[in-house]
Protein backbone atom coordinates (compact mmCIF):
# COMPACT_ATOMS: atom_id res chain seq x y z
CA UNK A 1 0.00 0.00 0.00
CA UNK A 2 1.72 3.02 -1.08
CA UNK A 3 1.96 6.15 1.28
CA UNK A 4 -1.04 8.52 -1.03
CA UNK A 5 -3.50 5.61 -0.54
CA UNK A 6 -3.15 4.87 3.41
CA UNK A 7 -3.46 8.71 3.85
CA UNK A 8 -6.86 8.01 2.20
CA UNK A 9 -8.08 5.83 4.47
CA UNK A 10 -7.07 7.52 7.57
CA UNK A 11 -8.78 10.41 6.12
CA UNK A 12 -12.13 8.71 5.61
CA UNK A 13 -11.86 6.47 8.67
CA UNK A 14 -11.34 9.98 10.41
CA UNK A 15 -14.00 11.30 8.84
CA UNK A 16 -16.78 8.46 9.43
CA UNK A 17 -15.73 8.35 13.40
CA UNK A 18 -16.59 12.48 13.35
CA UNK A 19 -19.92 11.61 11.59
CA UNK A 20 -20.05 8.98 14.09
CA UNK A 21 -19.19 11.39 17.68
CA UNK A 22 -21.37 13.90 15.86
CA UNK A 23 -24.22 11.71 15.28
CA UNK A 24 -23.97 9.92 18.89
CA UNK A 25 -23.62 13.51 19.82
CA UNK A 26 -26.79 14.38 18.54
CA UNK A 27 -28.47 11.57 19.60
CA UNK A 28 -27.86 12.29 23.25
CA UNK A 29 -28.51 15.97 22.78
CA UNK A 30 -32.15 14.24 21.25
CA UNK A 31 -32.40 11.76 23.62
CA UNK A 32 -32.29 14.66 26.67
CA UNK A 33 -33.85 18.15 25.35
CA UNK A 34 -37.25 18.67 23.49
CA UNK A 35 -37.75 20.18 20.29
CA UNK A 36 -37.67 23.67 19.93
CA UNK A 37 -41.11 24.12 19.61
CA UNK A 38 -42.63 22.00 22.00
CA UNK A 39 -44.92 23.21 24.21
CA UNK A 40 -46.92 21.37 27.18
CA UNK A 41 -50.63 22.54 28.18
CA UNK A 42 -49.50 25.77 25.58
CA UNK A 43 -46.55 26.17 28.02
CA UNK A 44 -43.43 25.81 25.90
CA UNK A 45 -40.75 23.52 27.12
CA UNK A 46 -38.17 23.73 23.36
CA UNK A 47 -34.67 23.44 24.11
CA UNK A 48 -35.21 22.04 28.06
CA UNK A 49 -34.26 18.67 29.52
CA UNK A 50 -37.17 16.80 31.26
CA UNK A 51 -36.00 18.17 34.47
CA UNK A 52 -35.44 21.59 33.47
CA UNK A 53 -39.34 21.32 31.58
CA UNK A 54 -40.68 19.62 35.26
CA UNK A 55 -39.09 22.87 37.48
CA UNK A 56 -40.02 25.15 34.97
CA UNK A 57 -43.88 24.03 34.69
CA UNK A 58 -43.69 23.80 38.72
CA UNK A 59 -43.12 27.91 38.65
CA UNK A 60 -45.75 28.84 36.07
CA UNK A 61 -48.65 31.03 36.86
CA UNK A 62 -51.76 30.36 35.30
CA UNK A 63 -53.49 34.16 34.43
CA UNK A 64 -57.00 32.59 34.06
CA UNK A 65 -58.27 34.69 31.33
CA UNK A 66 -60.80 32.89 29.68
CA UNK A 67 -61.22 33.10 25.80
CA UNK A 68 -64.00 32.29 23.76
CA UNK A 69 -63.01 32.72 20.00
CA UNK A 70 -61.39 36.04 19.86
CA UNK A 71 -63.53 37.48 22.93
CA UNK A 72 -62.44 37.73 26.55
CA UNK A 73 -65.55 36.02 27.69
CA UNK A 74 -64.01 36.69 31.45
CA UNK A 75 -60.99 37.08 33.57
CA UNK A 76 -60.33 35.05 36.64
CA UNK A 77 -57.70 34.98 39.04
CA UNK A 78 -54.36 33.87 38.83
CA UNK A 79 -53.96 29.98 40.34
CA UNK A 80 -50.67 27.77 40.30
CA UNK A 81 -50.47 25.28 36.99
CA UNK A 82 -50.48 22.38 39.14
CA UNK A 83 -47.40 20.70 38.92
CA UNK A 84 -45.34 18.90 41.04
CA UNK A 85 -43.04 15.93 41.59
CA UNK A 86 -45.46 13.39 41.15
CA UNK A 87 -45.41 14.35 37.87
CA UNK A 88 -41.84 14.36 36.78
CA UNK A 89 -42.67 10.77 35.18
CA UNK A 90 -45.17 12.50 32.83
CA UNK A 91 -42.62 14.84 31.53
CA UNK A 92 -40.04 12.07 31.13
CA UNK A 93 -42.52 10.00 29.33
CA UNK A 94 -43.33 13.06 26.83
CA UNK A 95 -39.62 13.51 26.12
CA UNK A 96 -39.63 10.69 24.78
CA UNK A 97 -42.78 10.53 22.65
CA UNK A 98 -41.87 13.64 21.24
CA UNK A 99 -38.17 12.53 20.15
CA UNK A 100 -36.81 12.91 16.71
CA UNK A 101 -33.17 11.62 15.99
CA UNK A 102 -32.80 14.78 13.96
CA UNK A 103 -33.91 18.05 15.70
CA UNK A 104 -37.52 19.34 14.69
CA UNK A 105 -39.02 22.93 14.13
CA UNK A 106 -42.62 21.42 14.00
CA UNK A 107 -44.80 22.78 16.63
CA UNK A 108 -46.25 20.28 19.08
CA UNK A 109 -48.40 20.47 22.16
CA UNK A 110 -48.62 17.75 24.60
CA UNK A 111 -51.56 17.53 26.82
CA UNK A 112 -50.84 16.77 30.66
CA UNK A 113 -52.99 16.57 33.63
CA UNK A 114 -51.51 17.81 36.51
CA UNK A 115 -51.28 15.94 39.91
CA UNK A 116 -52.67 19.62 41.55
CA UNK A 117 -54.90 21.20 38.83
CA UNK A 118 -56.53 23.89 41.55
CA UNK A 119 -59.78 23.49 42.17
CA UNK A 120 -60.61 27.30 41.31
CA UNK A 121 -60.27 26.16 38.02
CA UNK A 122 -62.41 22.91 38.34
CA UNK A 123 -65.60 24.53 39.95
CA UNK A 124 -65.44 28.46 40.75
CA UNK A 125 -64.19 29.37 37.27
CA UNK A 126 -65.88 26.79 35.39
CA UNK A 127 -68.88 28.39 37.12
CA UNK A 128 -67.93 31.64 35.95
CA UNK A 129 -67.63 31.16 32.73
CA UNK A 130 -70.80 29.50 32.35
CA UNK A 131 -72.84 32.05 33.82
CA UNK A 132 -70.65 34.72 31.78
CA UNK A 133 -71.69 32.73 28.71
CA UNK A 134 -75.71 32.85 29.32
CA UNK A 135 -75.22 36.24 29.92
CA UNK A 136 -74.55 36.92 26.80
CA UNK A 137 -76.65 34.82 25.06
CA UNK A 138 -79.15 37.38 26.58
CA UNK A 139 -78.07 39.84 24.07
CA UNK A 140 -77.53 37.10 21.16
CA UNK A 141 -80.10 36.61 18.69
CA UNK A 142 -81.56 32.66 19.48
CA UNK A 143 -81.86 30.24 16.73
CA UNK A 144 -85.39 29.34 15.13
CA UNK A 145 -85.25 26.02 14.55
CA UNK A 146 -87.45 24.39 11.41
CA UNK A 147 -90.75 23.15 11.42
CA UNK A 148 -93.75 21.79 10.01
CA UNK A 149 -97.03 23.44 9.92
CA UNK A 150 -100.51 22.40 8.83
CA UNK A 151 -102.42 25.79 8.22
CA UNK A 152 -105.72 26.16 6.39
CA UNK A 153 -105.16 22.58 5.61
CA UNK A 154 -101.98 22.98 3.54
CA UNK A 155 -98.66 21.20 4.99
CA UNK A 156 -95.54 23.38 4.84
CA UNK A 157 -92.50 23.98 6.17
CA UNK A 158 -90.66 26.77 7.68
CA UNK A 159 -87.15 27.08 7.13
CA UNK A 160 -84.46 27.51 10.01
CA UNK A 161 -83.27 31.37 11.32
CA UNK A 162 -79.25 31.30 12.26
CA UNK A 163 -78.96 32.63 15.45
CA UNK A 164 -75.70 33.91 17.32
CA UNK A 165 -76.00 33.07 21.00
CA UNK A 166 -73.93 30.72 22.04
CA UNK A 167 -73.78 26.81 22.26
CA UNK A 168 -72.79 26.74 26.10
CA UNK A 169 -72.95 22.68 26.72
CA UNK A 170 -70.50 22.49 23.85
CA UNK A 171 -68.52 25.24 25.19
CA UNK A 172 -68.19 23.85 28.31
CA UNK A 173 -67.01 20.62 27.47
CA UNK A 174 -64.32 21.92 25.58
CA UNK A 175 -63.40 23.97 28.72
CA UNK A 176 -63.24 20.06 30.36
CA UNK A 177 -60.55 19.41 27.85
CA UNK A 178 -58.65 22.33 28.31
CA UNK A 179 -58.57 22.70 32.41
CA UNK A 180 -54.82 22.45 32.38
CA UNK A 181 -53.63 24.53 29.67
CA UNK A 182 -51.96 27.68 30.64
CA UNK A 183 -54.08 29.94 28.50
CA UNK A 184 -57.99 28.83 27.97
CA UNK A 185 -58.69 29.75 24.33
CA UNK A 186 -62.47 27.64 23.33
CA UNK A 187 -63.08 27.67 20.24
CA UNK A 188 -66.34 29.69 19.89
CA UNK A 189 -69.48 27.55 19.19
CA UNK A 190 -73.04 28.54 18.58
CA UNK A 191 -76.21 26.89 18.74
CA UNK A 192 -77.65 25.68 15.16
CA UNK A 193 -81.22 25.58 14.08
CA UNK A 194 -82.80 22.37 13.29
CA UNK A 195 -82.82 22.16 9.36
CA UNK A 196 -85.58 21.50 7.33
CA UNK A 197 -83.95 18.89 5.84
CA UNK A 198 -83.53 17.01 9.20
CA UNK A 199 -84.88 14.08 9.81
CA UNK A 200 -87.12 15.53 12.40
CA UNK A 201 -88.75 18.28 10.60
CA UNK A 202 -89.50 15.43 7.84
CA UNK A 203 -90.93 13.43 10.53
CA UNK A 204 -93.36 16.23 11.37
CA UNK A 205 -93.98 16.62 7.61
CA UNK A 206 -94.83 13.12 6.87
CA UNK A 207 -97.50 13.10 10.32
CA UNK A 208 -99.17 16.62 9.31
CA UNK A 209 -99.35 15.17 5.81
CA UNK A 210 -101.30 12.24 7.65
CA UNK A 211 -103.16 14.37 9.67
CA UNK A 212 -104.60 16.52 6.87
CA UNK A 213 -106.23 13.19 5.72
CA UNK A 214 -108.51 12.50 8.63
CA UNK A 215 -111.52 12.71 9.11
CA UNK A 216 -114.65 11.17 11.94
CA UNK A 217 -118.11 10.91 11.35
CA UNK A 218 -119.41 13.13 14.87
CA UNK A 219 -123.07 11.37 15.91
CA UNK A 220 -125.48 13.96 17.63
CA UNK A 221 -128.64 12.48 18.51
CA UNK A 222 -128.49 10.14 14.98
CA UNK A 223 -127.66 13.66 13.27
CA UNK A 224 -123.92 12.99 11.39
CA UNK A 225 -121.38 16.09 11.29
CA UNK A 226 -118.13 14.85 9.12
CA UNK A 227 -115.50 16.25 10.95
CA UNK A 228 -112.40 17.03 8.49
CA UNK A 229 -108.77 17.43 9.92
CA UNK A 230 -107.85 19.85 6.97
CA UNK A 231 -111.04 22.36 7.33
CA UNK A 232 -111.54 22.60 11.14
CA UNK A 233 -108.30 23.00 12.34
CA UNK A 234 -106.68 26.23 11.69
CA UNK A 235 -103.56 25.27 12.05
CA UNK A 236 -101.77 22.22 13.38
CA UNK A 237 -97.62 21.19 14.28
CA UNK A 238 -95.74 18.62 16.22
CA UNK A 239 -94.12 19.72 18.69
CA UNK A 240 -92.03 16.95 20.49
CA UNK A 241 -93.47 13.87 19.07
CA UNK A 242 -97.06 15.41 19.62
CA UNK A 243 -99.72 17.53 17.39
CA UNK A 244 -100.47 20.99 19.07
CA UNK A 245 -103.54 22.19 17.68
CA UNK A 246 -105.22 25.44 16.67
CA UNK A 247 -108.47 24.11 17.02
CA UNK A 248 -110.73 27.45 16.90
CA UNK A 249 -112.61 26.12 13.81
CA UNK A 250 -113.27 22.91 15.59
CA UNK A 251 -114.40 25.08 18.62
CA UNK A 252 -116.91 27.13 16.45
CA UNK A 253 -118.12 23.73 14.86
CA UNK A 254 -119.13 22.32 17.84
CA UNK A 255 -120.99 26.01 18.84
CA UNK A 256 -123.07 25.62 15.55
CA UNK A 257 -124.18 22.35 16.61
CA UNK A 258 -125.26 23.34 20.32
CA UNK A 259 -127.08 26.11 18.85
CA UNK A 260 -128.81 23.81 16.44
CA UNK A 261 -129.27 20.58 18.72
CA UNK A 262 -128.56 21.71 22.38
CA UNK A 263 -131.25 22.39 24.79
CA UNK A 264 -128.98 23.34 27.99
CA UNK A 265 -129.48 27.33 28.71
CA UNK A 266 -132.67 27.34 25.68
CA UNK A 267 -136.37 28.90 26.41
CA UNK A 268 -139.00 26.61 25.64
CA UNK A 269 -141.79 26.91 23.05
CA UNK A 270 -144.30 24.59 25.58
CA UNK A 271 -147.84 24.03 24.46
CA UNK A 272 -149.73 24.08 27.79
CA UNK A 273 -152.98 21.86 28.76
CA UNK A 274 -154.87 24.39 27.97
CA UNK A 275 -153.74 24.63 24.78
CA UNK A 276 -151.41 28.00 24.27
CA UNK A 277 -148.07 28.23 23.44
CA UNK A 278 -145.82 30.10 26.15
CA UNK A 279 -142.34 30.53 26.19
CA UNK A 280 -140.62 28.78 29.21
CA UNK A 281 -137.40 30.49 30.32
CA UNK A 282 -134.31 28.07 30.56
CA UNK A 283 -133.55 26.24 33.96
CA UNK A 284 -131.42 22.72 34.89
CA UNK A 285 -133.14 20.72 32.46
CA UNK A 286 -131.09 20.09 28.70
CA UNK A 287 -128.15 19.23 27.75
CA UNK A 288 -125.31 21.11 25.72
CA UNK A 289 -121.92 19.26 24.33
CA UNK A 290 -118.92 19.85 26.39
CA UNK A 291 -116.64 21.89 24.05
CA UNK A 292 -113.52 20.43 25.82
CA UNK A 293 -114.93 16.62 25.60
CA UNK A 294 -116.36 17.01 22.31
CA UNK A 295 -112.72 18.76 20.70
CA UNK A 296 -110.60 15.98 22.72
CA UNK A 297 -112.85 12.95 21.35
CA UNK A 298 -112.68 14.24 17.88
CA UNK A 299 -108.87 15.06 17.88
CA UNK A 300 -108.42 11.38 19.05
CA UNK A 301 -110.65 10.07 16.78
CA UNK A 302 -108.26 11.63 14.22
CA UNK A 303 -105.14 10.75 15.52
CA UNK A 304 -106.16 6.88 15.83
CA UNK A 305 -108.05 6.65 12.70
CA UNK A 306 -111.44 5.93 14.14
CA UNK A 307 -114.48 6.47 11.36
CA UNK A 308 -117.35 7.77 13.50
CA UNK A 309 -117.77 8.59 17.29
CA UNK A 310 -120.93 9.52 19.30
CA UNK A 311 -121.35 12.91 21.32
CA UNK A 312 -123.08 11.63 24.21
CA UNK A 313 -120.22 10.95 26.17
CA UNK A 314 -119.54 14.42 25.55
CA UNK A 315 -122.57 16.23 27.22
CA UNK A 316 -123.08 18.07 30.44
CA UNK A 317 -125.95 20.06 32.30
CA UNK A 318 -126.84 21.77 35.12
CA UNK A 319 -127.72 20.53 38.68
CA UNK A 320 -127.93 17.52 40.28
CA UNK A 321 -126.76 15.41 37.12
CA UNK A 322 -123.62 17.68 35.33
CA UNK A 323 -123.73 15.06 33.00
CA UNK A 324 -126.73 16.21 31.09
CA UNK A 325 -130.69 15.19 30.85
CA UNK A 326 -133.06 14.42 27.97
CA UNK A 327 -130.41 13.58 24.98
CA UNK A 328 -132.39 10.58 24.40
CA UNK A 329 -135.11 12.64 23.45
CA UNK A 330 -135.81 14.98 20.41
CA UNK A 331 -139.72 15.42 20.64
CA UNK A 332 -141.57 17.83 21.53
CA UNK A 333 -138.63 20.31 21.85
CA UNK A 334 -136.55 18.08 23.91
CA UNK A 335 -138.34 16.96 26.72
CA UNK A 336 -140.31 14.26 25.28
CA UNK A 337 -143.86 13.16 26.19
CA UNK A 338 -142.97 12.16 29.92
CA UNK A 339 -142.67 15.54 32.04
CA UNK A 340 -144.80 16.96 35.18
CA UNK A 341 -145.98 20.74 33.92
CA UNK A 342 -147.45 23.31 36.70
CA UNK A 343 -149.28 26.14 36.04
CA UNK A 344 -148.99 29.19 38.26
CA UNK A 345 -152.00 30.80 37.11
CA UNK A 346 -153.96 28.24 37.70
CA UNK A 347 -152.45 26.60 40.09
CA UNK A 348 -152.56 23.37 38.90
CA UNK A 349 -150.02 20.44 38.53
CA UNK A 350 -150.91 17.95 34.89
CA UNK A 351 -148.52 14.70 34.79
CA UNK A 352 -147.81 12.88 30.98
CA UNK A 353 -146.99 10.13 30.46
CA UNK A 354 -145.61 9.08 26.22
CA UNK A 355 -147.56 12.10 25.33
CA UNK A 356 -150.84 11.10 27.33
CA UNK A 357 -152.36 13.05 30.25
CA UNK A 358 -152.36 10.85 33.68
CA UNK A 359 -152.68 12.63 36.29
CA UNK A 360 -153.72 16.26 37.55
CA UNK A 361 -154.02 17.83 40.78
CA UNK A 362 -154.85 21.00 42.44
CA UNK A 363 -151.56 23.41 43.80
CA UNK A 364 -150.32 25.91 45.69
CA UNK A 365 -147.27 27.65 44.73
CA UNK A 366 -144.77 30.65 45.60
CA UNK A 367 -146.14 33.38 47.93
CA UNK A 368 -146.07 36.30 45.00
CA UNK A 369 -146.57 39.33 47.58
CA UNK A 370 -143.24 38.47 48.57
CA UNK A 371 -141.28 37.70 45.86
CA UNK A 372 -141.27 34.00 47.11
CA UNK A 373 -142.61 32.99 43.59
CA UNK A 374 -142.22 29.32 42.69
CA UNK A 375 -139.26 29.68 39.49
CA UNK A 376 -140.12 29.68 36.47
CA UNK A 377 -138.43 27.60 33.69
CA UNK A 378 -137.74 23.65 32.66
CA UNK A 379 -136.48 21.80 35.51
CA UNK A 380 -136.36 18.23 36.50
CA UNK A 381 -136.47 16.26 39.14
CA UNK A 382 -133.33 15.53 40.68
CA UNK A 383 -134.01 13.18 43.36
CA UNK A 384 -137.36 11.82 45.29
CA UNK A 385 -137.29 11.05 49.23
CA UNK A 386 -139.85 9.55 51.61
CA UNK A 387 -140.37 10.65 54.24
CA UNK A 388 -137.66 13.65 54.22
CA UNK A 389 -137.17 17.00 56.87
CA UNK A 390 -137.21 20.12 55.11
CA UNK A 391 -135.42 22.90 56.28
CA UNK A 392 -134.65 26.51 54.80
CA UNK A 393 -136.50 30.32 55.28
CA UNK A 394 -139.02 32.17 54.12
CA UNK A 395 -140.30 34.97 54.43
CA UNK A 396 -141.31 36.44 58.05
CA UNK A 397 -139.80 32.86 59.33
CA UNK A 398 -136.24 33.13 59.08
CA UNK A 399 -135.97 29.23 59.31
CA UNK A 400 -137.88 26.33 59.36
CA UNK A 401 -138.02 22.31 59.87
CA UNK A 402 -141.18 20.35 58.92
CA UNK A 403 -141.02 16.71 58.26
CA UNK A 404 -143.35 15.82 54.88
CA UNK A 405 -144.33 12.38 53.99
CA UNK A 406 -143.26 13.13 50.40
CA UNK A 407 -140.36 14.97 48.63
CA UNK A 408 -139.42 15.37 44.63
CA UNK A 409 -136.74 18.52 44.58
CA UNK A 410 -136.78 19.89 40.98
CA UNK A 411 -134.49 22.85 41.68
CA UNK A 412 -131.06 23.91 42.76
CA UNK A 413 -132.40 26.88 45.16
CA UNK A 414 -134.77 23.34 46.87
CA UNK A 415 -138.15 23.56 45.35
CA UNK A 416 -139.87 20.65 44.99
CA UNK A 417 -143.15 18.77 45.26
CA UNK A 418 -144.60 18.11 48.67
CA UNK A 419 -147.33 17.66 50.76
CA UNK A 420 -148.37 20.16 53.19
CA UNK A 421 -150.52 18.72 56.21
CA UNK A 422 -150.13 22.22 57.75
CA UNK A 423 -152.23 24.29 54.97
CA UNK A 424 -155.60 25.34 55.55
CA UNK A 425 -156.15 27.76 52.55
CA UNK A 426 -155.89 25.82 48.95
CA UNK A 427 -158.01 28.12 47.52
CA UNK A 428 -156.98 29.34 43.67
CA UNK A 429 -155.60 32.63 45.02
CA UNK A 430 -154.01 31.58 47.95
CA UNK A 431 -150.41 31.94 46.43
CA UNK A 432 -150.83 35.58 45.55
CA UNK A 433 -150.44 36.31 49.89
CA UNK A 434 -150.37 32.91 51.70
CA UNK A 435 -148.52 31.00 49.09
CA UNK A 436 -145.62 28.93 50.16
CA UNK A 437 -141.93 29.57 50.60
CA UNK A 438 -141.54 28.45 46.56
CA UNK A 439 -142.44 24.78 46.69
CA UNK A 440 -145.75 22.99 45.44
CA UNK A 441 -147.75 22.46 47.66
CA UNK A 442 -150.12 19.48 47.59
CA UNK A 443 -152.80 17.70 49.52
CA UNK A 444 -151.53 14.49 51.11
CA UNK A 445 -152.73 12.11 48.64
CA UNK A 446 -152.26 13.92 45.68
CA UNK A 447 -148.95 14.60 46.90
CA UNK A 448 -148.65 10.50 47.36
CA UNK A 449 -150.02 9.80 43.71
CA UNK A 450 -147.56 12.74 42.70
CA UNK A 451 -144.48 11.21 44.05
CA UNK A 452 -145.26 7.93 42.76
CA UNK A 453 -146.18 8.68 39.68
CA UNK A 454 -143.02 10.98 38.99
CA UNK A 455 -139.75 9.48 37.48
CA UNK A 456 -136.14 10.62 38.27
CA UNK A 457 -134.71 13.58 35.52
CA UNK A 458 -138.06 13.76 34.50
CA UNK A 459 -138.70 17.65 33.17
CA UNK A 460 -140.61 19.68 35.52
CA UNK A 461 -142.58 23.29 33.10
CA UNK A 462 -143.22 25.79 35.34
CA UNK A 463 -145.00 28.97 33.45
Known amino acids: MDKSTKKLQIGLWSIVA ?31 TAKDAADHLKNVTLDNTVYVGNDVMYRGQKTSAGFSSKDDGKIEAILKKQFTFVPSSVQKNYEVAPSNVSDYRKKELKKKVKDALTKA ?82 NVQGKTYEMKAAELLNSARVINGRYSYDDTGLRNKIDEINAAQSTLNKP ?13 PAGTYGWEIGKDD ?5 ETAWQNGTKEIKAEKDIYGKGYYTYGTGYSTTQNGGIGGTYAEVSISEQKVWLYKNGQQIYSADCVTGKQSTNEGTPRGVWYVMYKQSPSVLKGSESGKASYEV ?3 YWAQ ?27 GGCVNLKADQAAQIYNLLEVKEPVIVY
Not at 34 to 48: C, D
Not at 413 to 432: I, L, P
Request: with cysteine; proline share 2%; glycine share 6%.
Open 18 to 48: ALVVGLCCMWYYQAHHFNKNVTINGISVGKM
Open 137 to 218: NLKRKAAIDAYAVMKDGKVSVVPAEKGTQYDVPKIMKEYDKHLADSTLHLKEKILQPLAASSKVVQAEKQKLDSLAKKETIY
Open 268 to 280: LAFKTTGGSTVSV
Open 294 to 298: AVDSI
Open 403 to 405: KVK
Open 410 to 436: FTNSGCGFHDASWRNNWDKKAYVNDGS
